[in-house]
């Protein structure tokens, strides 16, 4: 495949397919489904996208299944809740042309929650990649069930409401008119506890090793003994009642939150089969909601997930004690190395990406807290992208591929935006973006062709091709040249049959 949308950050499959179909200025979804899975898949548009091993071999294997399916699918925030079999399952299901039963066998169907899918954006996510990328994309994170606000911008999610949501479409969040979205959440009360699972949702889609360590370390029971309703590792069933009663009071109803906030018994349910076995397929958004309910945040997840690494947190929920994990206290000496060397980097580079954060993190983390807080960070700075010389390299790509398509000896391709679009070697998405390619813009208006002069050019190599054509009838060459209404003139015609003539002579 010549060209394929480079994949930005977080970008789910259905998008890569949207700006692909757009690039390609494909008339139907069948035709880029064609395209891109080698035939007509149905789960382009889900969770779980299949066909993934014939996209990875469109694209000459330079994205892997497992890449795809690790950066651009939202498997992996359902990873740590399978089994080792489930995932494999899945794995192997999404690489192949077929995924019936995928979503059974993960817990989708059974949950419900699959009749509040909707493509969903954040207006100021679209904003900011429109800034820096130049184009609108669909996010995994948003499309997660639960996740109604968006966990970095804390604004409330817009919804694609119907005919707009339809996958067929393949639209992209700025093709949307005002009438095809509305608002996910009507109730602006509940935007902070939404904004909380939010955040532990994005927290647990980075770290879904890190949520599987939990799981297995018993957090849940770890907070229900912090919260006093354990007892001798027995949940104590009234007291549960009791604060589930008070927490979800308080908790969020709309969409799919209305089927877990369902209050007693029903709502409590889910709770208790959670608790009981926390690693039998539940879906992601269960657990969630759940931590937010039990009052932990994504911090204390993380807190938790790095004080446990070691030692499994069942312990201290059988011995019902206060969790403390023996560590070994550097010294002063090694301490300032680690110190000296993250002061060292330059300011630009961020807190993050310097090779001791995570060390003073875990072992001098109120001095790493402290020095953050006083230095001014610099933002997060873009690749400056030089769009002058981009739109140069592609007049000159646009020149040779109308150039190719000329010079073919084949059948005559009319010189459209959509020929030309797709015969530039290079991903842009030029036709979308004026602003940035006003040559390339200039070169494709005088290079596409009319109707007129394409039957011209029709003309000329049905005559260069079959020889027999110049004695032909007017009627009969123009069928031969596939021409149903006839843009051009006798004149026009008889000085192409004299060209074509003279030329026969001279060779
Ligand atoms: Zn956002």
Redesign the pocket.
């Known amino acids: 495949m010549e060209f394929f949308p480079q994949a930005f950050p977080d970008e789910t499959i259905y998008s890569l397919a949207a700006r692909y179909h757009r690039l390609a200025a494909n008339a139907s979804y069948r035709q880029t489904s064609y395209d891109l899975f080698g035939r007509y898949s149905r789960t382009c548009g889900s969770a779980f996208p299949c066909c993934l091993d014939a996209l990875s071999q469109q694209l000459a294997n330079k994205l892997s299944v497992s890449y795809l399916i690790q950066a651009h699918t939202l498997l992996p925030i359902f990873a740590p809740f399978l089994s080792s079999s489930q995932l494999d399952t899945a794995i192997k299901a999404m690489s192949g042309p077929s995924g019936i039963g995928l979503k059974m066998s993960v817990g989708l169907t059974a949950s419900g929650f699959e009749r509040f899918g909707a493509l969903k954006f954040?207006e100021?996510?679209v904003a900011r990649d429109i800034r820096h990328g130049g184009q609108a994309y669909w996010h995994r994170i948003h499309q997660v069930t639960g996740v109604l606000v968006?966990p970095?911008?804390q604004?409330v999610l817009k919804v694609a409401s119907p005919p707009f949501d339809d996958w067929r479409y393949l639209f992209l969040p700025d093709g949307l008119k005002d009438r095809g979205f509305e608002d996910a959440v009507q109730n602006q009360n509940e935007i902070p506890a939404l904004t909380e699972v939010a955040q532990l949702t994005a927290w647990g889609f980075r770290n879904s090793a890190e949520v599987s360590k939990l799981l297995t370390g018993g957090l849940l029971r770890y907070r229900l003994a912090e919260l006093g309703i354990l007892h001798r590792d027995r949940i104590r069933l009234s007291l549960l009642h009791d604060y589930l009663n008070g927490a979800m009071a308080g908790a969020p109803q709309s969409r799919e939150y209305q089927l877990l906030n369902a209050g007693e018994p029903k709502g409590h349910e889910w709770v208790l089969r959670l608790l009981r076995t926390p690693r039998r397929s539940h879906h992601p958004f269960r657990f969630y909601f759940l931590c937010h309910l039990l009052g932990l945040d994504s911090e204390r997840l993380s807190n938790l997930a790095f004080a446990f690494e070691d030692q499994g947190l069942s312990t201290f929920v059988r011995e019902n004690k206060i969790p403390y994990q023996k560590r070994n206290v550097p010294g002063e000496l090694k301490v300032n190395a680690h110190r000296e060397r993250f002061v060292a980097y330059p300011e630009s580079t961020r807190v993050h990406d310097r090779t001791d954060y995570m060390w003073l993190y875990r072992n001098d983390r109120i001095w790493l807290t402290d020095y953050v807080r006083s230095h001014h960070m610099a933002a997060i700075r873009y690749p400056y992208v030089d769009w002058a010389a981009r739109d140069a390299e592609l007049v000159v790509e646009l020149q040779k591929a109308s150039d190719c398509l000329l010079q073919s000896h084949s059948w005559p391709i009319r010189i459209s935006y959509a020929a030309l679009a797709r015969a530039v070697p290079r991903h842009y998405d030029f036709l979308r973006l004026a602003t940035k390619f006003p040559c390339a813009i200039e070169t494709v208006r005088d290079l596409v062709e009319t109707e007129h002069d394409f039957q011209l050019r029709k003309i000329a190599w049905v005559f260069a091709t079959y020889p027999q054509a110049k004695e032909m009838s007017t009627s009969n060459l123009l069928r031969l040249a596939a021409i149903r209404i006839r843009r051009v003139s006798d004149t026009e015609l008889s000085m192409l049959l004299q060209g074509s003539l003279e030329d026969s002579r001279q060779a």
Request: hydrophobic letters at 15%; one cysteine or more.
């Open positions: 954040c100021r996510c968006c970095y911008h604004i």
